[in-house]
Nanobody, 113 residues
C-alpha cells in the first residue's frame, strides 16, 4: 500500500489557524473520496470532513463553518484548513480513504486556551 504522508500539525492558540496536508506518491487520493478524522485523548476517532473525487464535501457539525477540506488542481493532495480553532479541536488528525479504511499515521494538533 502507498503511504499517506501528512504534514502541517502543531501548536496554536485558540482562535488561530492551521492547514493540514495529505498526499500520496501515486495520486491514489485523486480517484477516491478522502476524509479527515481525529481522535482526542480518551475519545473515539470521529470523522471531521470528507471530499469526493468530484469535490463534494461533508463536515461534522462540530467543525462546520470553521474547517474547509479541499484538493489541489490535480487532486493528488488534500488539505484541511482549520480556522477559529478551539481547545476541543485538540487531537491527532488522520487523513485517509474511508472506503478502504486506509489511514495515514496522524499528525498532532494542539490548541491552547
Amino acid at each position: 500500500q502507498v503511504p499517506l504522508v501528512q504534514s502541517g500539525g502543531g501548536v496554536v492558540q485558540a482562535g488561530g489557524s492551521l492547514r493540514l496536508s495529505c498526499t500520496a506518491s501515486n495520486l491514489v487520493l485523486r480517484w477516491n473520496t478522502v476524509g479527515w478524522s481525529r481522535q482526542a485523548p480518551g475519545n473515539q476517532r470521529e470523522s471531521v470532513a470528507t471530499i469526493t473525487r468530484n469535490g463534494e464535501t461533508t463536515y461534522a457539525d462540530a467543525v462546520q463553518g470553521r474547517f474547509t477540506i479541499s484538493r489541489d488542481n490535480l487532486g493528488g493532495t488534500v488539505y484541511l484548513q482549520m480556522d477559529n480553532l478551539r481547545p476541543d479541536d485538540t487531537a491527532v488528525y488522520f487523513c485517509g480513504i474511508p472506503g478502504y479504511d486506509y489511514w495515514g499515521e496522524g499528525t498532532e494538533v494542539t490548541v491552547s486556551s
